[in-house]
């Protein structure tokens, strides 16, 4: 069986996230970038799927830039198996949207033909939450999203996914191609040794266009502009109850 993951390039989670002085988006320029934490956990729990023995084949892919070609290379080093570049040179203004992102992975789905297909749960810079239901959406495929567990059955054909809820733990059966998204308590994804990261580089990437996939990213929303959202004031420290409980009724009026 073969395993699609879905990466992206995003900037960095250490990094302090600034607005372009001309307020059209985020500063990305001399910004280090790198994987989206919650696709680390999805290219790592691939990867011990097919060590497991539950696949034959991980292939990563990714929606960017040329430089998106350095997260493949980091899916590559941890141990993915080759990777697909769908080259799309990003418009601040008319941001790819999910369903644009998961009508690109379903036309690599439809390629590829994989069993199972795995992505992070949400990108961190965007926090969207959307491109796993939608591609199962339109793939027509079962879904098990925020996964902290994934068992295989390759002769039952089946994925048994723990889905963390409000309520507690729930547990859901999945029909094999399938759909998953993956939550942060999942797994602890590995680092890439030296000599992973010296293969990678003669690894396989197949670059594509949306066109050639037959896609149309036509973005029907324009970001007119971006702020940083407004500073909280500072906090006040207070001598005695009585003072706190005359803020709260007076000024908070939450009393």
Known sequence: ????????????????????????????????????????IAVEEALRLREA????????????????????RTALAMGADRAVHVLHDPDPARPLLPLAVAKILR??????????V???????DDDCNQTGQ???GLLQWPQGTFASKVLLDKDKQKATVEREVDGGIETVSLDLPAVITTDLRLNQPRYATL?????????????????ELN???RSDMEVIEVNEPPKRKAGVILSSVDELLDKLKNEARVL
């Not at 073969?2 to 960095?12: E, G, M, N, P, Y």
């Not at 992973?196 to 266009?209: F, L």
């Open 215 to 217: 896609v149309d990213i």
């Open 107 to 116: 036309a690599v789905a439809l390629q590829e033909k994989p069993g199972l």
């Open 53 to 72: 023995g539950a696949a034959a084949e991980v292939v990563a892919a990714t929606i960017g830039p040329a430089q998106s070609a350095d997260t493949l």
């Open 195 to 211: 000599p992973n990261i010296m293969k990678a580089k003669s690894k396989v990437i197949k670059k594509v266009t949306p066109e």
């Open 1 to 40: 069986m073969k395993i699609l993951v879905a990466v992206k390039r995003v900037v960095d989670y250490a990094v302090k996230v600034r607005v372009r002085p001309d307020r059209t988006g985020v500063e990305t320029a001399n910004v280090k970038m790198s994987m989206n934490p919650f696709c680390e």
């Open 118 to 124: 795995i992505l992070g749960k949400q990108a961190i």
């Open 134 to 136: 939608m591609l199962a």
